[in-house]
C-alpha cells in the first residue's frame, strides 16, 4: 500500500514525466513529421474504409467520414498500448536492471506517451465535428472523463502485458493476430445494431473496445442513435482494471526480474 501511494509524491511524478517525455520522443510520432505522417496513414485507412463500408454498414450515421475517423484512432490507441505495455519493460532491460525504482512507474511512463498522440489526433477531430456542428457542448465535459478512463483502463493492461512480455517474449506476433481479430468483434466500421444478434449483443456488452468507441462517438454526436452508457460504471470499471492489473505486476514482480 506504501509503494502505492509513493507514485502520488513529488518523485515520482516528476520520474514518470521524464520517462514519459524520453518515450514520446522516440516514438514515431514524437516529432512533427513522424506525427503527419502517422495522421495521412490514419487518412488512407478512412478513404479505404469509406469506400468499402459506407453504403453498406453505415445507413443512418450522420457523418461517416468522423465515424469512421474516430474508430480508427481509437483503436490505434488500443493497438499501440497494449504493444508499449508488451515491451515496456523487455525494451528497456538495462534502466529496469541497472537502477532502483519502482518499475510501475515506466509502464505509466509509456502509456502516457502513447496517449500523447492520441489527444491531439482527437483534438482535430473534435474541431472537425465542430465545424460540422455535430458536437453537442452539453457533453463536452465528458471528454476528460473519458480519456482519464481509457488511460486508467490501457494502463491496467499494460500491467499485465508488461508480465507477460517478459515472461513469453514471443508472444507479440500471436497478439498481433489475435488484436485483428479483435478489430472485427468491435465497430470500428459498422453500427452494433448491423449485427443485431443475442451473440453479437454479448460480445459486444463484454468487448471494452466498443464501450469507450461508443462513448467518444455519443460525446461527438456521431453514433446517430442514443447510447445508454454510465460514465460512473466505466469510471470505475477502468480502475478496477488498472487495481487489478497493479495487483497482477506486483506479485509478479520478482518473476520478472528473474526472466529478465
Not at 461517416?64 to 490505434?76: K, S, T
Not at 508488451?86 to 525504482?101: A, D, E, I, P, T
Not at 512507474?105 to 498522440?117: G, S
Not at 456542428?133 to 500491467?159: D, H, N, T
Request: aromatic fraction near 20%; include cysteine.
Amino acid at each position: 500500500m506504501k509503494r502505492f501511494q509513493s507514485l502520488g509524491n513529488p518523485w515520482s511524478l516528476n520520474l514518470g514525466y521524464t520517462l514519459a517525455k524520453n518515450e514520446f520522443s522516440l516514438m514515431e510520432q514524437g516529432t512533427v513529421l513522424g506525427f503527419t505522417l502517422a495522421f495521412c496513414n490514419n487518412v488512407v485507412m478512412l478513404l479505404v474504409f469509406h469506400t468499402l463500408f459506407v453504403e453498406r454498414f453505415l445507413h443512418g450515421v450522420p457523418n461517416p467520414w468522423v465515424y469512421l475517423l474516430l474508430g480508427i484512432v481509437q483503436w490505434n490507441l488500443y493497438m499501440n498500448a497494449s504493444l508499449a505495455g508488451f515491451g515496456s519493460l523487455v525494451y528497456r532491460q538495462k534502466l529496469v536492471m541497472g537502477y532502483s525504482f519502482p518499475k510501475e512507474i515506466l509502464i505509466l511512463a509509456r502509456t502516457a506517451a502513447v496517449f500523447v498522440p492520441y489527444i491531439i489526433e482527437l483534438s482535430l477531430i473534435l474541431c472537425i465535428a465542430a465545424y460540422f456542428q455535430m458536437f453537442p457542448r452539453e457533453k463536452f465535459f465528458q471528454i476528460p472523463i473519458l480519456i482519464l478512463s481509457e488511460y486508467f483502463f490501457c494502463a491496467g493492461l499494460g500491467f499485465i502485458f508488461a508480465f507477460i512480455g517478459v515472461v513469453h517474449k514471443n508472444i507479440v506476433p500471436f497478439w498481433n493476430i489475435m488484436f485483428r481479430l479483435l478489430s472485427f468483434a468491435t465497430p470500428i466500421f459498422y453500427l452494433p445494431a448491423h449485427f443485431s444478434s443475442k451473440w453479437a449483443d454479448i460480445i459486444f456488452s463484454w468487448n471494452p473496445f466498443t464501450i469507450f468507441m461508443l462513448w467518444i462517438r455519443d460525446i461527438v454526436g456521431a453514433n446517430g442513435f442514443d447510447v445508454p452508457l454510465s460514465m460512473a460504471k466505466i469510471f470505475l470499471g477502468s480502475i478496477a482494471v488498472f487495481l487489478f492489473g497493479y495487483f497482477i505486476f506486483r506479485k509478479s514482480e520478482r518473476k520478472i526480474g528473474d526472466c529478465l
